[in-house]
């Protein structure tokens, strides 16, 4: 199993609609974690960062559940710019390393 | 401006050949890491660095090798021992300690004439 496990998807959706991906990771130990946005042939961007129950920041809201470890990211009001591969990332602090999920990959169409 | 380069962006190798991709940062980061991502695929640890002078496999380290002689610097070199070196090359940097998360450099793309 992978440590952070990822729907590679892709997810297609329309202009305007509400979209969720879940992520979840097997290390316990996991005490931070973030979402990242990768544009194709580009480098990872960070989008957020998920320190406690949850954070968010304009249409994008990012949900934590330590007790099922899993986190979440909703997208409101999709706009075509979104359309990207979105990775979840666990920090390790005791390892000090960062996993990295394999991308949820997100398609908005007209 | 503050950040992380990497040159080249684009990198041919003939067969046989060693070539090296830089990685710089001028954000007084600890660590320093390099990735592999191949077409459609997650991100794969090369090595990573935590501090000067000291340097860590990862999970696909055959075929490759680094040094951090300068907090700055943490060239990666492809050897000829890589037999299927053609990817996309990320190098990332952070601060150890605290809850800090890592940041990325455009890239290198390598391919293999």
């Known amino acids: 199993r992978k440590e952070v496990e990822q729907d590679p998807g892709p997810f297609n959706v329309p202009e305007g609609a509400t979209v969720a991906f879940n992520c979840t990771y097997s290390?316990?130990?996991?005490?931070?974690f973030f979402w990242y946005r990768q544009d194709c042939r580009k480098e990872p961007k960070l989008l957020m960062s998920v320190y406690s129950s949850g954070n968010e920041d304009g249409r994008f809201t990012a949900q934590l559940n330590r007790a099922s470890q899993y986190i979440s990211l909703l997208i409101r009001d999709s706009k075509l710019s979104d359309s990207a591969t979105y990775l979840c990332?666990?920090?390790?602090?005791?390892?000090?390393?960062?996993?990295f999920g394999g991308g949820t990959r997100l398609m908005v169409k007209p | 401006d503050g950040g992380i380069t990497q040159s080249p962006k684009y990198l041919f190798r003939k067969e046989g050949q060693n070539v090296t991709l830089s990685c710089e940062q001028n954000?007084?980061?600890?660590?320093m890491y390099w990735y592999r991502q191949d077409p459609g695929q997650g991100l794969r640890l090369i090595y990573y660095?935590?501090?000067?002078?000291?340097?860590q496999k990862g999970d696909i380290a055959e075929g490759y090798s680094v040094s951090r002689e300068k907090k700055e610097s943490f060239p990666l070199t492809v050897t000829s021992a890589q037999k299927n070196p053609t990817a996309f090359y990320l190098c990332?940097?952070?601060?150890?300690?605290?809850?800090?998360?890592?940041?990325f450099g455009p890239g290198t793309r390598l391919l293999v004439l």
């Open positions: 990332v666990a920090h390790n602090n005791a390892g000090n390393m960062l996993t």
């Open positions: 660095s935590q501090i000067v002078n000291d340097f």
């Open positions: 290390n316990s130990a996991s005490q931070s």
């Open positions: 954000l007084n980061h600890d660590a």
């Open positions: 990332a940097s952070r601060l150890t300690g605290g809850l800090e998360t890592q940041y």
